[in-house]
């Protein structure tokens, strides 16, 4: 997450190569999770300054699709999937 923030220098275009190369992905998220906050980040949702939800497809970094979140989604190669309960 740091290159994704920018905290660190990568090569995006290199990243994006290798992340939409995968054959799948499958995002958890633990419906009464007590560690990541917001839960929903998990599955690459977040949340503005008012805590309302803004669905991965709303944000900026899918809408540009800068390591290729986007490219994958639209291929279906990505399982969202909710798990009862708490974090592991």
Do not use: C, W
């Not at 090569?11 to 190369?21: G, L, Q, V």
């Not at 699709?65 to 969202?80: C, H, R, S, Y």
């Amino acid at each position: 997450m740091n290159a994704l923030n920018g905290e660190i220098p990568v090569n995006m275009t290199t990243a994006k190569a290798r992340f939409t190369a995968i054959n799948g992905i499958m995002l958890v998220m633990f419906s009464e999770d007590t560690m990541i906050h917001p839960k929903t980040t998990s599955q690459f949702a977040s949340e503005d300054a008012k805590g309302n939800p803004i669905a991965m497809e709303d944000q900026d970094i899918y809408k540009n699709d800068v390591f290729g979140l986007k490219t994958v989604n639209e291929a279906k190669k990505i399982q969202m999937v909710t798990v009862k309960g708490n974090h592991l």
